[in-house]
C-alpha cells in the first residue's frame, strides 16, 4: 500500500465574499471564491474584470490546491508598480492556510499616488479584510480505490466504506462487480487492510497509485 502525502486537512471557502474599503479616496473591491484549479482562476478573475470594466486595476493572487502546495500559486499587479499588489496579496493568502481560492483586488483611482509602499500595504490589506470574513469549511483530501468482488460481498464492502466515512462512486456489473470507492486519504490504508480480512483476502482493493 502507497504512503500517502499531502493528508492534511485543510480549510477551502465556502461561498462568495466581496469587501470594500478606502484609502485616500481610492477604492480597493476585494472579491475572493473556492477556486479549486486554474481554469476557476482565470474564469472568477474574468468574471470581476466583467463586473467592474471601467476600474483602473484588477489585481489578484490565487492558490488553486492545498495551502502549502507552492505548485499552485500564481499573481499580478495588472499594471500597478511591480511587487506592489500581487505579491502581497500572496501573502496574505498564504498566510491565511486556505487553499483553493483566488483573490481579486479591484482598484478605483481617487486621485491621490500612494506610492510604492502605501501600494503594498492598501492591496495586503484588502485582501486581510476580506480574509476575515470568508467563511470556510475543513476538506479532507481524498483518493479513490478500486477493487473487484463477487456480488455477495458488495453489502459488506459499501457498509466498510461508509463506516471510514468513503461513498462508492463508480459500479460496473460484469462477472464480477467493479468498485470505485472515494475515500479520505488518513483512512485508505485501514480500510484497504479491513477489507482484506473481512473478504480472506478474495479482495484486494487498489489506488490510482498502485493499480495494476
Not at 500572496?90 to 483586488?105: F, H, R
Not at 495586503?124 to 469549511?137: D, H
Request: glycine share 8%; net charge negative.
Amino acid at each position: 500500500m502507497k504512503d500517502f502525502v499531502n493528508a492534511t486537512p485543510y480549510l477551502i471557502p465556502t461561498d462568495e465574499i466581496e469587501v470594500e474599503t478606502i484609502v485616500n479616496r481610492s477604492r480597493f473591491i476585494c472579491a475572493i471564491k473556492h477556486c479549486s484549479d486554474n481554469t476557476a482562476v482565470k474564469a472568477f478573475i474574468e468574471q470581476i474584470r466583467l463586473q467592474y470594466p471601467d476600474a483602473s486595476h484588477h489585481c489578484y493572487a490565487f492558490v488553486s490546491s492545498r495551502p502549502d502546495d507552492s505548485q499552485s500559486y500564481g499573481f499580478s499587479d495588472d499594471g500597478e508598480p511591480s511587487g506592489t499588489a500581487g505579491r502581497p496579496m500572496l501573502a496574505m493568502l498564504q498566510g491565511s492556510q486556505i487553499g483553493e481560492l483566488c483573490a481579486v483586488v479591484t482598484r478605483y483611482f481617487g486621485g491621490v499616488k500612494l506610492g510604492t509602499g502605501g501600494l503594498q500595504r492598501a492591496y495586503g490589506n484588502s485582501v486581510r479584510q476580506a480574509l476575515l470574513e470568508l467563511p470556510t469549511q475543513l476538506k479532507t483530501p481524498t483518493e479513490q480505490v478500486h477493487l473487484s468482488c463477487e456480488y455477495h460481498q458488495i453489502k459488506d464492502i459499501e457498509h466498510y466504506a461508509e463506516q471510514f466515512n468513503g461513498k462508492v462512486v463508480e459500479q460496473t456489473y460484469g462477472e464480477q462487480v467493479q468498485l470505485l470507492i472515494e475515500l479520505p486519504i488518513p483512512v485508505i490504508t485501514d480500510f484497504c487492510q479491513r477489507i482484506i480480512e473481512i473478504t480472506g483476502g478474495q479482495v484486494s482493493p487498489k489506488t490510482n497509485n498502485n493499480k495494476e
